[in-house]
Antibody
Framework: EVHLVESGGGLVQPGGSLRLSCEAS????????MSWVRQAPGKGLEWVSG????????YYADSVKGRFTISRDNSKNTLSLQMNSLRAEDTALYFC????????????WGQGTLVTVSS | DIVMTQSPDSLAVSLGERATLNCKSS????????????LAWYQQKPGQSPKLLIY???TRESGVPDRFSGSGSETEFTLTISSLQAEDVAVYYC?????????FGPGTTVDIK
């Protein structure tokens, strides 16, 4: 059974940094692309970033490009999201998600970790 | 970027009745080389993580009840719940995975009338 467990969320001041982690188990992590998706309180889903399983290519939403960096460590089955220059509008529940066998739809999700950006 | 829209914003349906949810993309998500629509549907119940229901616009994920079905092509898609059950109360999102950013629609809230 696939398990995705996010950690690293918390309260941070505007302009600050935070690093999220997602520990994966129950599948061969290195063979699947992964994504981060966020959900601001009471709002809809926003795709944030993705990383390939083949060549490590990374992709970002315009809203986080240049501030967030996605990475993966296949030896530790871990996905990460380094978030810098955080803004109030980055406040959200951040989900780690695994892509499907055939393409980039998201077939498994973690429970999320909450990031609050406030002074 | 591909912009996703959904309608209606919310709908209330009687138990056992049909619910029809719509999703539109600002450009086609049909990939001509494999004739597949890069469109997925997710269900998010209150307090829970999203759950994949449908991918390739019409392929039901394993374990998803067959009362859920997806249809459509290119830019217009539909999720149908053929006979609404109490446990189907949720927000439903469509998402395109044709190209990045893999944008979601704003969601449709389904409730019981």
């Amino acid at each position: 059974e696939v398990h995705l467990v996010e950690s690293g969320g918390g309260l941070v001041q505007p302009g600050g940094s935070l690093r999220l982690s997602c520990e994966a188990s129950g599948f061969t992590f290195s063979t699947y692309a992964m994504s981060w998706v966020r959900q601001a309180p009471g709002k809809g889903l926003e795709w944030v970033s993705g990383i390939s399983n083949t060549d490590g290519s990374t992709y970002y939403a315009d809203s986080v490009k240049g501030r967030f960096t996605i990475s993966r460590d296949n030896s530790k089955n871990t996905l990460s999201l380094q978030m810098n220059s955080l803004r109030a509008e980055d406040t959200a529940l951040y989900f780690c998600a695994k892509t499907g066998y055939y393409s980039d739809y998201l077939d498994s999700w973690g429970q999320g970790t909450l990031v609050t950006v406030s002074s | 970027d591909i912009v996703m829209t959904q309608s209606p914003d919310s709908l209330a349906v009687s138990l056992g009745e049909r619910a029809t949810l719509n999703c539109k993309s600002s450009q086609s998500v049909l990939y001509s080389s494999n004739n597949k629509n890069y469109l997925a549907w997710y269900q998010q119940k209150p307090g829970q993580s999203p759950k994949l229901l449908i991918y390739w616009a019409s392929t039901r994920e394993s374990g998803v009840p067959d009362r859920f079905s997806g249809s459509g092509s290119e830019t217009e898609f539909t999720l149908t719940i053929s006979s609404l059950q109490a446990e189907d109360v949720a927000v439903y999102y469509c998402q395109q995975y044709y190209n990045t950013p893999f944008n979601f629609g704003p969601g449709t809230t389904v409730d019981i009338k």
